[in-house]
């Protein structure tokens, strides 16, 4: 059975015909893991360079330094592709949106490293162990602190987070199946003519069920590691995606006018209330029904 909306996203990228649309997340995946190495290499520049003192000095500062870096650099990707749309239009015309979207990819993907580099623990990274105590304190468990014993916590970090992370990826991966590749890629950003009105549960219950899934993965690492590292990079990463669903919803508003803002007041945007939950579970099943926005 062929992927929903990969036909239409073929359409829209006649220079990647046949197999060569591999080429998108085989590009997506070299990011994930230029992004991944450059924060890790920032995490622990100052233990293979242990003679540099200004390193060691600013070693508790660093990993937080790197995840910036690398979610700012991210963004400012994903926002070009949204920001230069009427440019490029005015210039390729059709071709606008398969000139841009591999910057797109890109910056998706180094958002996507960031939420896997959250889950790192950063005294345990090779080749020893942090030459700042600052560091090791940071990463330390919040448990463990409080004196919670260790295999207590580590049972607890793991629960807590494989849960959550089960949850992101069910969430991220139903997305995907029920509003397809094409929505994904946000094709209706170059070509709103052709976009459709999703009228699926789900947006009488989240506004953004995509992005949630990355909320739910930042809540993940946080539980996986407690501690005060991990907080700090949940927290960028989530305030980069609230940057972003800001900059979405401005087209939004553009297109659908008071509508798409009496729709805001209703319906929350990255979580989920608890009247809602039964029908957020019935989207993970793959049951959610199809129903107005205004019910």
């Known amino acids: 059975m062929k992927p929903k909306g990969i036909d239409k996203l073929r359409e829209k990228l006649p220079g990647y015909p046949g197999k060569r649309i591999a080429v998108l997340p085989v590009i997506g995946a070299l990011v994930l893991l230029l992004g991944l190495v450059f924060m890790l290499v920032m995490d622990t520049i100052s233990r293979l360079m242990p003679g540099v003192p200004l390193l060691a000095a600013l070693e508790p500062l660093l990993p937080v330094l790197g995840l910036i870096i690398a979610v700012g650099t991210g963004i400012s990707f994903v926002r070009r592709m949204w920001t230069k749309r009427d440019k490029v239009k005015a210039e390729l015309g059709e071709l606008a949106y398969q000139r841009m979207v591999p910057q797109g990819l890109t910056g998706v993907f180094l958002l996507f490293s960031a939420v896997i580099h959250s889950f790192v623990s950063v005294r345990s990274l090779p080749p020893g162990p942090p030459v700042n105590e600052i560091t090791t304190q940071l990463s330390n468990s919040f448990l463990s602190v409080v004196g919670v014993p260790s ?9 807590g987070g494989g849960l959550f992370l089960l949850l992101a990826s069910l969430t991220a991966m139903r ?17 709103p003519e052709e976009s459709e009105i999703q009228n699926h549960e789900i947006y009488s219950v989240i506004r953004h069920p995509a992005y949630f899934s990355l909320v739910l993965a930042g809540l993940a690492a946080i539980l996986a590691r407690m501690s005060v590292y991990s907080l700090v990079f949940a927290f960028v990463v989530i305030l980069a995606l609230l940057t972003h669903v800001r900059l979405e919803e401005g087209e939004l508003v553009e297109r659908f006018g008071e509508s798409y803002l009496e729709y805001m007041e209703k319906v929350p945007g990255l979580y989920v209330r608890s009247r809602d939950i039964r029908s957020y579970l019935r989207f993970l099943a ?3 029904i199809l129903v107005s926005r205004e019910d």
Do not use: H, N, P
């Open 151 to 159: 295999a207590v916590d580590m049972g607890l970090r793991i629960i």
């Open 175 to 191: 997305a995907l199946f029920t509003f397809g590749f094409d929505y994904m890629l946000v094709i209706y950003l170059y070509f």
């Open 286 to 288: 793959g049951r959610s």
